[in-house]
């Protein structure tokens, strides 16, 4: 199981850290991969953690903006959004591909 936290209403420009931790397994041999979902729109990839501690940023609107971090000792990854944007408003999902594990979402709000 996959559970993510640390969403929340965030003003235009300001920063949040999510969290995606895991429950019964240890992370540390996967990739992870987080995505978000807009309301209406469908779910895009914005990153993937990989085994390595290394990230794959499939989106380049976060690109210097967002950053992954990797705790394997603490089975936890974290995605570390700066400069926020009223366009990264959406429900944020960490998934752990070779298993197909989804988290159930955490929302984030970009809003003034």
């Known amino acids: 199981q996959l559970v993510e936290s640390g969403g929340g209403l965030v003003q235009p420009g300001g920063s949040l850290r999510l969290s995606c931790a895991a429950l019964?397994?240890?992370?540390?041999?996967?990739?992870i991969r987080w995505y978000r979902q807009a309301p209406g729109k469908e779910r895009e990839l914005i990153v993937t953690?990989?085994?390595?501690?290394?990230?794959?940023f499939a989106l380049d609107s976060v690109k210097g903006r967002f950053f992954v971090e990797r705790d394997n000792d603490e089975s936890k990854v974290y995605l570390q959004m700066n400069g926020l944007k009223p366009e990264d408003s959406g429900v944020y999902y960490c998934?752990?591909?070779?298993?197909?594990?989804w988290g159930q979402g955490t929302q984030v709000t970009v809003s003034s």
């Open positions: 019964g397994f240890s992370l540390r041999s996967f990739n």
């Open positions: 953690s990989t085994l390595g501690g290394g990230a794959l």
């Open positions: 998934y752990a591909m070779a298993l197909d594990y």
